[in-house]
């Protein structure tokens, strides 16, 4: 189990901090948040009073300070990042909705790239 959150939570987020401290599994560099998912493989978490909020949203708020307002926090590819369950602060980012599909269309660039080659054997 993890101290990371406990340590950098301010009082208000200790329930939070002590939830993801206990689901987090490491899996090379990411800290794979183990509890329930939404349909797009995002990691979500109770924050009590009927209140849901994706897992890496809330770790990067406790360890980077609140998000922006219209910001999107980024499981960054370039940092290694492989998992939407992922709450490792060092791969989280936060950005725009401009620069989140550019980063989205680059990531589906190098997956194709990284495909074809097995394909053109395949044929
Ligand atoms: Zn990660």
């Known amino acids: 189990m993890l101290t990371y959150f406990r340590a950098k939570a301010r009082p208000e987020q200790l ?6 401290d206990a689901h987090l599994v490491v899996d090379g560099d990411c ?3 183990d509890g329930a998912r939404n349909h797009n493989g995002y990691a979500i978490m109770s924050l009590g009073h009927k209140k849901v909020a994706r897992a890496h949203r809330v770790a990067y708020a406790i360890a980077h300070g609140p998000i922006p307002f219209g910001f999107h926090i980024d499981h960054v590819w370039k940092a290694g990042c492989r998992s939407r369950a992922c709450c490792n602060p060092r791969h989280l980012e936060a950005i725009t909705q401009a620069e989140n599909n550019r980063r989205a269309a680059e990531v589906r660039k190098l997956r194709t790239l990284t495909v074809q080659p097995v394909l053109a054997v395949a044929a």
């Open 15 to 20: 329930p939070a901090a002590l939830t993801l």
């Open 31 to 33: 800290w794979v948040y």
